[in-house]
């Protein structure tokens, strides 16, 4: 069986309903939402609309040097250290997938078509290119959106080195991104309409669209949402 996972705690599980509406005008895949911290609202919430699978894990990211704290709070909002607890949990969330093939979608991603192609990439392991990136010394994948077979051997090396290394790392893409570049491993590429940044311009056929960062969630906040 083929089936989406989306993950949230409470510092984002608002943005669920929002999350939800826009994937069903297009969808009727499973969903599985991973229980990173989400109030016991939101519990009920999702468990009415499709399994929810428990991560306990207790928060691991480390304090990163007060110079690139700093940093990283002018790349992306004052609230990234309180983020990063679930961004790093990502690839342990993504091995509790039930299904066979995945796709991991970012609670802030609106999705705006149907998903089939997708699946497509997710006989093995694929992300798309950051489109605004700021890594210089590997190129940069956005995690935002994953398509993955079951258990694929990455997500383990990922989840390990997010436990690890996550102190020199703003997140987790950017662990992934040095892991595979440091071993010369190669992913398949999504491609750039199932994660499109808010930050490019604008395409008719984005089928994600990526609303990251402090801006985007200001966006996601302001448009209405109809189902309770």
Known sequence: ?????????????????????????????????????LSYEKKKWCRERGK?????????????????????????GLQFVEARNAWFKKPLACLQSPFAKTLWIDVDCEVKAPLTPLFEYAS???MALEQNPYLAQYPLYNSGVI???????????????CYLKNKTFRGDQEVFSHMIGER???IDELPPIYNWSRRSEERSDAAILHWHGYHGKFIIRTQRVFTK
């Not at 089936?3 to 509406?21: H, K, M, N």
């Not at 398509?147 to 080195?161: I, K, S, T, V, Y």
Request: proline share 7%; aromatic share 16%; net charge negative.
């Open 124 to 126: 093995h392991f694929a």
């Open 52 to 76: 929810l699978i428990p991560l306990r894990v207790v928060d691991f990211a480390e304090n990163p040097a007060p110079d690139m704290k700093k940093q990283w709070e002018c790349e992306a």
């Open 1 to 37: 069986m083929n089936g989406i996972i989306v993950g949230s705690d409470q510092t984002l599980e608002w943005a669920l309903p929002w999350w939800w509406e826009r994937y069903r005008q297009w969808n009727t895949f499973p969903v599985a939402f991973i229980d990173l911290g």
């Open 184 to 186: 010369n491993i190669r």
């Open 147 to 161: 398509a993955f077979r079951n258990n694929h051997p990455l997500l383990q090396c990922w989840a390990e080195w």
